[in-house]
């Protein structure tokens, strides 16, 4: 599986978009881009997952490059509750994931 | 959506002692699930791949003496650390694959369980 490149932390306010970067320049062609974010002492929870097309669900949306190479996750207005660290994993398929160190994201008054 | 449970959230033993952990998935069944390790400020760590009716594939350097995987159907996975020490206190993770596209990894976590040994 691809590696991934996350910042290791970021600050956002509250009601404001979040847009966390990730860099997978490694991707391969039959490689999904996925987001999973675990609350404090929590399990990951899914987020969002992509293969070229921008995506969007009730939760986020996720942009990604036409070279593949990086992608975005948007949360449109964040709240406190999505305080957590979010993890960006590029898998081909066979379930194993591997997560890397996420990037901390902060959501302040 | 999915729900994976686990079983207990939290537990405290002594060290030398073996603990069970219960990993369920509550609305679909699950050939395969997986055990993560998280030590504190740490990033989940894949341990092993528990299979339904066969053995356990673990990742290098997961001991599988100690950690026992029983995936005895198509529900239900338990994770035992036996002769537990200090060093084994940790939060673990299960998971189970949902029914995605092939190529798909979405996976449904469950809540954790919290090992302390004292």
């Known amino acids: 599986d691809a590696k991934t490149t996350q910042p290791t932390s970021m600050d956002c306010a509250e009601g404001r978009a979040a847009n966390l970067p990730c860099n997978h320049s490694t991707i391969s062609g039959n490689e999904y881009v996925y987001w999973y974010r675990q609350i404090h002492s929590q399990g990951p929870q899914y987020i969002i997952h992509g293969l070229k097309n921008n995506e969007t669900n009730e939760m986020a949306s996720l942009i990604i490059t036409e070279d593949r190479k990086s992608s975005t996750l948007i949360l449109p207005h964040a709240t406190l509750r999505d305080t957590a660290v979010y993890y960006c994993?590029?898998?081909?398929?066979?379930?194993?994931?591997?997560f890397g160190t996420g990037t901390q994201l902060k959501v302040e008054l | 959506g999915a729900v994976v449970s686990q079983h207990p959230s939290w537990v405290i033993c002594k060290s030398g002692t073996s603990v069970k952990i219960e990993c369920r998935s509550l609305d679909f069944q699950a050939t395969t699930m997986f055990w993560y390790r998280q030590f504190p400020k740490q990033s989940l760590m894949l341990m092993a791949t528990?299979?339904?009716?066969?053995?356990?594939?673990?990742e290098q350097g997961v001991e599988k003496d100690k950690f026992l995987i029983n995936h005895a159907s198509l529900t239900l996975s338990t994770l035992t650390v036996t002769s537990a020490h200090p060093e084994d206190s940790s939060f673990y993770i299960c998971?189970?694959?949902?029914?995605?596209?092939?190529?798909?990894?979405?996976?449904?976590f469950g809540p954790g369980t919290r090992l302390t040994v004292l």
């Open positions: 994993i590029v898998t081909g398929g066979g379930n194993k994931l591997t």
């Open positions: 998971s189970a694959p949902g029914r995605g596209a092939p190529g798909t990894d979405t996976q449904y």
């Open positions: 528990s299979n339904e009716g066969s053995k356990a594939t673990y």
